[in-house]
């Protein structure tokens, strides 16, 4: 096996020491859980208890098959007979068309609470709402000549890039300074930034516009992970401006716990 050269290990030096990227991008929350309470939290045995969950969708596409179930509480004592419920579709944001708000979807488990004992008995009842969504990213990388870049004082580099809203960012990362010589290797970095995980943690991406040796890589929840792809550039006499798109489907949840006692049994 051939050495690497003195020029390759000057380009890879200059790769790691001058990446970038650049502002617009964006992560944050898909659908939220912005209620999930009992009514009442504290009750008496055998008598009814109403508990309410509220989500809406605060990321850049529509959630869709939008589930809720209710964990926690023991069937034997409590008898839920719909623990899985469905909210189905909520609808993206869009506040440039004046629609501030995504969709809201409300679901509600009426139930009636346990025989009583000899003491209060807490309860943790928790939900897991589950969603299918989508993250991607355009961006465009400019690449350019030796004699462009002395004549322009134009070293080229990513010119544009955005990442929808939502739990799963992605973001471009690629050299300073980008001279017509073939491939140039970029970086996708992703990261979880929602409050919940990935059904079986992988994601597979779709990608336009850059090779890259795989496409799959493992995001367990509040990690960040990497995809190594490369821009053919070679054959830009002057200047070139490279369109780059990637994009993911998957599905996530996000829990949110509340608390529920079920006061002693009265004095005979």
């Known amino acids: 096996m051939k050495k690497p050269t003195l020029l390759v290990l000057l380009f890879l030096i200059v790769f790691l020491a001058g990446c970038v990227g650049q502002s617009g991008i964006s992560g944050g ?6 209620g999930f309470s009992a009514s ?67 679901i509600v488990w009426d139930l009636m609470s346990p025989l ?6 807490p309860y943790e009842a928790t939900v897991r709402v589950t969603y299918d969504y989508t993250s991607s990213l355009d961006a465009q990388v400019s690449a350019v000549s030796t004699d462009w870049m002395r004549q322009k004082n134009d070293k080229g580099g990513i010119k544009f890039q955005k990442s929808s809203s939502g739990p799963v960012s ?15 290797p970029v970086q996708f970095q992703i990261t979880n ?13 779709s990608v336009s516009g850059v090779d890259c040796p795989r496409t799959d890589i493992r995001l ?42 079920v006061l002693r049994k009265p004095p005979v």
């Open 220 to 261: 367990p929840k509040g990690r960040t992970g990497a995809l190594y792809c490369s821009i053919s550039t070679g054959g830009v006499t002057t200047y070139d401006v490279f369109q780059i798109g990637i994009s993911t489907s998957y599905n996530y949840y996000i829990d949110q716990t509340t608390s529920i006692t």
């Open 193 to 205: 930034t929602g409050s919940g995980g990935i059904t079986g943690e992988a994601l597979t991406f």
């Open 29 to 34: 929350p898909g659908v939220v859980v912005t």
């Open 116 to 121: 009583g004992k000899n003491v209060d008995i």
């Open 40 to 106: 009442p939290s504290t009750a008496e045995p055998s008598t009814n208890v109403e508990i309410v969950l509220t989500v809406e969708n605060k990321g850049d596409v529509n959630a869709e098959n939008v589930n809720a179930e209710l964990m926690g509480l023991p069937q034997t004592e409590w008898n839920i007979p719909n623990r899985v419920q469905s909210i189905g579709e909520l609808v993206a944001p869009q506040p440039s068309r004046g629609m501030n708000q995504g969709g809201v979807g409300d």
């Open 170 to 184: 992605i973001k471009l990362i690629a050299p300073s300074t980008i001279i017509s010589s073939g491939r140039i």
